[in-house]
């Protein structure tokens, strides 16, 4: 079973702090991406990466950064962590064929709070 | 108006109910359908997948898609207990990365 592994599940940090939210795949997937989700909102993705090295905007990219060093870690990055930024953080992985049509692979997810 | 729209509940059957869950979006372009299934305090993971327009069927599960109207549904025949969770429609056409609704609560009381 393909196992995606994010290392904090529960963060409680303070306006300013620097946040790193790993994310780990065990599948040799080539595609990785970084979710936010809030009620009412649904999961939008702040950037993804096809590749190592590699990285893409989604479509809240502000006040996020990332890092791939590794074809199977993705990391997030939040450099001055604001209170606008508490949210549940989802990692996914997928197939590089399936990037825009196939199945996304889901961790359990980084609850992070900002006070 | 929002890409995919979805009623969050949240929606409360009898165990055994068949349940309807649906979506409607605005992009005549979106060709895959999903539907995603997630458990509090875990992940979403794939429970449906469907290209283009028709329907199918996976055990309790069937999933349609109807393009000319915009509209996808989920239906859970005699739904247990255990199908109590967030349900997620998501779309895409190729090159164009998901688009996610925002969830249908579903609770199914014993």
């Known amino acids: 079973d393909v196992k995606v592994t994010q290392s904090s599940r529960y963060l409680v940090k303070r306006t300013g702090e620097k946040v790193f939210l790993e994310c780990v795949q065990d599948m040799d997937h080539e595609n990785m991406f970084w979710y936010r989700q809030d009620p009412g909102l649904g999961l939008r993705l702040i950037y993804f990466?096809?590749?190592?090295?590699?990285?893409e905007k989604g479509d809240i990219p502000e006040g996020y950064s990332v890092s791939r060093e590794k074809k199977e870690r993705f990391s997030l990055i939040l450099e001055s962590a604001s209170t606008n930024q508490t949210s549940m953080y989802l990692c996914a992985s997928s197939l590089r064929t399936n990037a825009n049509t196939g199945e996304l692979f889901f961790g359990e997810g980084s609850r992070l709070t900002v006070l | 108006q929002k890409e995919v729209e979805q009623d969050p509940g949240p929606l409360s059957v009898p165990e055994g109910a068949i349940v309807s869950l649906n979506c409607t979006y605005s992009?005549?372009?979106?060709?895959?359908f999903m539907w995603y299934r997630q458990y509090s305090r875990k992940g979403p993971e794939l429970l449906m997948y469907?290209?283009?327009?028709g329907n199918k069927e996976d055990g309790r599960f069937t999933a349609q898609v109807d393009k000319s109207s915009k509209y996808i549904s989920l239906f859970i025949r005699d739904s247990q207990p255990s199908d109590s969770a967030t349900y997620l429609c998501?779309?895409?056409?190729?090159?164009?990365?998901?688009?996610f609704g925002p969830g249908t609560r579903l609770s199914v009381l014993p």
């Open positions: 469907t290209y283009s327009s």
């Open positions: 990466s096809y590749d190592v090295k590699m990285k």
């Open positions: 998501a779309m895409s056409f190729y090159g164009q990365n998901f688009v």
């Open positions: 992009n005549s372009a979106f060709q895959y």
